[in-house]
């Protein structure tokens, strides 16, 4: 962040949040194929997702001069139980407020919340070929793992897919009971 940039507020989500932030996703839901999604979740939805989220992961905002600017959450991977300690995260700003540090500064939040929380691994889904997704994963400890060809048709084109993990430290010979 520029010294004269207006404070940012790292915060967990409240329910009235759902609209700013159904509006932030459906510019990529519309635009990009940074998501699968091809019809953009309203606030109603977006606010039911929310919930169900937060029982069992952070979900965090970043709010500046007043208004949400990105959002940042942690979801399961898989659902079956003996992958209960690794996640799947997801992060996006308002279009306009990219590149400006305060990705760096939501995510790094959700890390530390995830890692407090026990998991002891995060997975990043990005489809590729997205060089801002993927520099800003591997400047936040995520390394490439893998990726998938040709497994969304989005835009007119197949769309491949790369898996980058980042662990929260050793795992322990016997992890937290979650
Ligand atoms: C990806 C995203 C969350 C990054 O947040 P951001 O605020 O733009 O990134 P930051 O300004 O905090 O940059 C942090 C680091 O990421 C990398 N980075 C960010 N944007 C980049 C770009 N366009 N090109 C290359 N590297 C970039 C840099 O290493 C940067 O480090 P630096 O600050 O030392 O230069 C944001 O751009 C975004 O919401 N993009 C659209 C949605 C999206 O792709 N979400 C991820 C889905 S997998």
């Known amino acids: 962040m520029t010294a004269d940039a207006p404070p940012l507020q790292i915060r967990p989500v409240a329910r009235d949040d759902a609209a700013a932030i159904a509006a932030i996703y459906a510019h990529y839901v519309d635009h990009s194929v940074v998501t699968f999604e091809e019809a953009a979740p309203d606030a109603a939805e977006m606010a039911r997702r929310i919930a169900a989220t ?12 007043g208004a949400l600017v990105g959002y940042a959450y942690g979801r399961a991977y898989h659902t079956r139980s003996a992958y209960r300690w690794t996640c799947e995260t997801g992060i996006y700003l308002a279009h306009d407020r990219r590149a400006k540090g305060v990705g760096r500064l939501l995510y790094t939040a959700l890390l530390d919340a995830l890692g407090d929380r026990g998991f002891v691994t995060a997975i990043a889904a990005i489809t590729v070929p997205n060089d801002e997704s993927t520099r800003f994963h591997e400047a936040l400890g995520f390394v490439a793992v893998g990726r998938f060809a040709g497994v969304g048709f989005k835009q007119g084109a197949w769309q491949d897919v790369g898996y980058w993990q980042r662990d929260f430290g050793e795992r322990p010979a016997a992890p937290q009971s979650r």
């Open 54 to 65: 937060v029982a069992g992961y952070p979900w965090l905002v970043a709010e500046q001069d």
